[in-house]
């Protein structure tokens, strides 16, 4: 079980405080939210109409098979904080047929909670903990007209207020970002982002689209050859199954399947080093990773950069 890191941007030795979070290790929480993933919830509008029909006709067997395979987390956002999360993964839609504005997390069914009353968990944690900063990743965005788009925007702007970081912002170190007050940066994936300067645009997210950890790595590191982008990007770490292999391993889960194969990711990530490099990381995102110890490993990566500004600093004289 991963341990409380709730504090550990501000715990950071002070040297790092300087260091764009571009240049840091974070560890971020794919898919964050399918840990209240509601079962009986309609499919989202982009699941093909093959298995739309099929989840008609079976309902019963597709259901648990959904379930089990869609739902990445089991820690709620406000436990994913206190363990040192900080990057998240919130593919927002909504429902058909609603006839209400609540829009909800998804990720191929619904969830239970909608989404402004969990973001008022996430603004109510960050008032306890003044010194750490939060990316919430916005995508998806499925069934939203611009009505839409514009309302969640202007509830969005309400709830975070002063605490959201403008994307013009170009210093973007924590001691810069405690000294303005900015605790959230809050990224849209969607063109109406450009028409709003508290929102940046999308994060670059690499994944794999494998389901053995060797395909993801490989995945990684080709990308890493191919040089890091510039500004925020997020390495998935998240294992992909097909619906062949789900139906061949009935017994299996995304649960089983990450388990099992967390030991190569784990040790990958050990070897991985933050910082402006073109082959340096910055956000390293994975599922279940309040079992699983992703947070304590990808914090301590930050230490590597302690250990190189010292290293310069000695070349120096």
Do not use: H
């Given at each position: 079980m991963e341990r409380s890191s709730q504090d550990w941007m501000s715990a950071l030795p002070e040297e790092l405080w300087d260091v764009p979070l571009t240049d840091l290790a974070i560890p971020g929480s794919h898919d964050a939210m399918s840990y209240c993933l509601d079962i009986n919830s309609p499919l989202l509008r982009s699941?093909?109409?093959?298995?739309?029909?099929?989840?008609?006709?079976?309902?019963?067997f597709t259901r648990p098979i959904i379930f089990k395979w869609a739902t990445t987390q089991d820690k709620s956002i406000e436990e994913q904080l206190s363990m040192g999360i900080r990057y998240?993964?919130?593919r927002v839609a909504h429902k058909p047929s609603d006839s209400?504005?609540?829009?909800?997390?998804?990720h191929v069914i619904y969830t239970h909670l909608t989404v402004m009353e969990t973001l008022v968990s996430v603004a109510s944690w960050l008032k306890s903990h003044p010194k750490e900063v939060v990316i919430l990743a916005c995508s998806h965005?499925?069934?939203?007209?611009d009505a839409r788009h514009e309302s969640f925007i202007y509830s969005l702007k309400n709830l975070f207020g002063s605490k959201l970081c403008p994307r013009k912002e170009s210093v973007l170190t924590l001691r810069s970002l405690w000294a303005s007050g900015y605790q959230v940066i809050l990224s849209y994936d969607s063109q109406v982002a450009a028409r709003h300067e508290e929102l940046w645009?999308?994060?670059?997210?690499?994944?794999?689209?494998?389901?053995?950890?060797?395909?993801?790595?490989?995945?990684?590191d080709w990308n890493k050859e191919l040089g890091r982008p510039e500004g925020f990007f997020v390495s998935g770490l998240n294992l992909t199954a097909d619906r062949g292999y789900?139906?061949?391993n009935r017994k299996e889960s995304l649960r089983t399947l990450t388990y099992s194969n967390w030991d190569s990711l784990s040790k990958w990530v050990e070897e991985q080093i933050p910082g402006s490099d073109p082959k340096s990381l910055n956000i390293i995102a994975g599922d279940f990773v309040g079992p699983l110890p992703l947070c304590s490993q990808v914090i301590a990566l930050n230490h590597k950069l302690r250990r190189k500004n010292s290293s310069q600093i000695k070349k120096q004289y």
């Open positions: 699941e093909s109409d093959f298995f739309r029909v099929l989840d008609g006709l079976f309902y019963c998240f993964d919130l209400s504005s609540d829009l909800y997390f998804t965005l499925e069934g939203m007209d645009l999308a994060i670059p997210y690499w994944w794999a689209n494998q389901q053995t950890a060797q395909g993801v790595i490989s995945y990684l789900i139906a061949k």
